[in-house]
C-alpha cells in the first residue's frame, strides 16, 4: 500500500508542473512554426516570390504536420513512447537550421518540411500527456496546453520583427537555441510520462467512459467536427499567412508595423484558445463550438470594410472568440470515441494542420488571381458554417467518481 500511497501522491505532485512543462513545451515549438509566416515578405522579396509560392510552403509544412499525426496518434494509443516528443523536437530544430541556410525556394520547402515533421511526432502525444496530467479537468488540462501553442504562435511575428526584419534571414539561426531548450524540458517531461505510464500499466484496465451515443450519430458528429474546423483552420490561414499583406496593401504599413498587428490578433488567439476549455468543462462543449465558430461571423463581414484601427480590433475579437473552439473540438471528439485519445488527437491536429495548408495554397492562388482584399471579402463567410453546430448531440458522460489531484490545488 505505501507503494501504491507513493505512486499516487507522486502523480498528484507533480500533475501542474507537467502541464505548465507541457504547455512551455508547446510554446517553444509553434514560436518556431510560427516564424515561417512571419517571414513570408522577406522571404518573397529575397527571393522574388508570387503568393501562390508562398501558399505552397505553407502547404508542404502543413501537409507533412498533418499527414503522419493520425498515425502516430494510433500507434502510440498501443505503445505510449515517453521520449518521443525530444525526437520531434529534434527535427524542428533541425528544420530551422535547414531554414538558415537556405538559398532557394526549393531549400526553404524542404526546411519547412522538416519543421512539419517535428510538429506530426509533437502533438499527438503531449495532447495524450496534458489529459494524464488533467486530474479530470479535461478542458482546462488541453486549453493549458493550446494557450502555450497559440502564445508561442503570436511571438513569431514579433520576434521576426524585432530580430529577423532588422538582421535579414541569416538571424535566424539565433532562434536553434528555442527547440535546444524544448529538448531540455522534454526530457524531464518524459521521466514523468514513463514513470506513470508503468505505474497505470500495473492497475487493472479501466473501462472507456460510456456514453449514450449510437456509432451512427458518432460517425456524422465527428464529420460536423472536421467541418467546423475546415472553416476555422481556413480563416485562420488567411490570417496568418495575408494578413500581414492585407495590411502592407490596404494602408500602407511596414512590414515590422505589419507584423505587429499580427502579434496582436495572435495574442489574442492565445487568449481564446485558454478560455475555451474552462468553459466548456462548465457549461458544455457544444455551446461553446457553436458559439466560438458561428459567434465570430459578424466581425469577419465586418473587417475587409473597416479603417485600419477597426480592422486591428475587429481582428482581435475574431481571434478571441473562433480561437475558443479548439480545445473543445478537441475534448468533445475524445469524449465522443474514448479510449483513443491518441487517434483522435492525431486525426484532429493532423485534420487542422492540413487545411491550414490547403487554405493557404489555394488562397494564395486566389489572390495572385485577383487581389488580397477580395481573398478577406471571401473568408468573411467562412464562420457562417458554424451554423451546422446545432446538429452536434449533448453527450451525457457516465463517469466515476474521481479523486482530487493537484491539478485543483
Not at 511575428?157 to 539565433?174: D, E, M, R, T, Y
Not at 505510464?197 to 451515443?213: F, M, T
Request: charged content about 10%.
Amino acid at each position: 500500500m505505501n507503494g501504491a500511497s507513493s505512486s499516487s501522491a507522486f502523480a498528484q505532485r507533480t500533475v501542474i508542473s507537467v502541464l505548465v512543462a507541457i504547455s512551455a513545451s508547446h510554446m517553444l515549438n509553434d514560436i518556431v512554426q510560427s516564424l515561417i509566416p512571419a517571414i513570408y515578405p522577406i522571404v518573397k522579396d529575397k527571393f522574388g516570390l508570387s503568393f501562390t509560392q508562398i501558399g505552397l510552403i505553407t502547404l508542404c509544412f502543413q501537409m507533412t504536420a498533418s499527414i503522419l499525426q493520425p498515425f502516430v496518434g494510433r500507434f502510440t494509443d498501443k505503445r505510449p513512447q515517453p521520449y518521443s516528443l525530444m525526437v520531434g523536437m529534434c527535427f524542428t530544430m533541425a528544420g530551422i537550421l535547414a531554414l538558415w541556410r537556405a538559398n532557394s525556394f526549393a531549400a526553404i520547402l524542404l526546411a519547412v518540411m522538416l519543421v512539419g515533421m517535428g510538429s506530426s511526432i509533437f502533438h499527438p502525444e503531449s495532447s495524450r500527456i496534458a489529459h494524464a496530467a488533467s486530474g479530470g479537468k479535461r478542458g482546462l488540462a488541453q486549453s493549458v496546453f493550446q494557450l502555450g501553442g497559440t502564445f508561442g504562435s503570436s511571438l513569431g511575428p514579433l520576434l521576426a520583427a524585432l530580430i529577423v526584419v532588422p538582421f535579414g534571414l541569416h538571424s535566424l539561426g539565433w532562434f536553434v537555441v528555442i527547440p535546444f531548450i524544448g529538448i531540455l524540458v522534454l526530457q524531464r517531461v518524459g521521466k514523468w510520462y514513463k514513470r506513470t505510464s508503468a505505474i497505470r500499466a500495473r492497475r487493472p484496465a479501466k473501462p472507456a467512459v460510456p456514453h449514450n451515443i449510437s456509432r451512427a450519430t458518432v460517425r456524422r458528429s465527428i464529420v460536423i467536427l472536421l467541418i467546423l474546423v475546415f472553416s476555422k483552420q481556413f480563416y485562420l490561414a488567411s490570417m496568418g499567412s495575408y494578413y500581414t499583406f492585407y495590411l502592407m496593401g490596404r494602408f500602407g504599413l511596414s512590414v515590422q508595423d505589419a507584423q505587429i498587428h499580427l502579434f496582436i490578433f495572435l495574442l489574442a488567439a492565445a487568449l481564446g484558445t485558454y478560455l475555451g476549455g474552462p468553459i466548456g468543462d462548465r457549461y458544455g462543449r457544444k455551446y461553446v463550438i457553436w458559439f466560438s465558430i458561428l459567434g465570430s461571423a459578424p466581425f469577419t463581414l465586418m473587417l475587409p470594410h473597416a479603417g485600419l484601427e477597426w480592422t486591428g480590433i475587429l481582428a482581435a475579437i475574431i481571434a478571441l472568440v473562433i480561437s475558443s473552439a479548439f480545445s473543445a473540438i478537441v475534448v468533445y471528439a475524445q469524449e465522443l470515441v474514448p479510449g483513443k485519445l491518441g487517434m483522435v488527437s492525431g486525426l484532429f491536429y493532423g485534420f487542422a494542420f492540413g487545411m491550414a495548408g490547403i487554405g493557404s495554397a489555394l488562397l494564395g492562388t486566389l489572390a495572385d488571381h485577383t487581389s488580397i482584399n477580395f481573398v478577406f471579402q471571401v473568408c468573411a463567410f467562412l464562420p457562417l458554417i458554424g451554423l451546422i453546430a446545432g446538429f452536434l448531440p449533448r453527450l451525457h458522460l457516465h463517469q466515476p467518481p474521481t479523486q482530487s489531484t493537484g491539478a485543483g490545488k
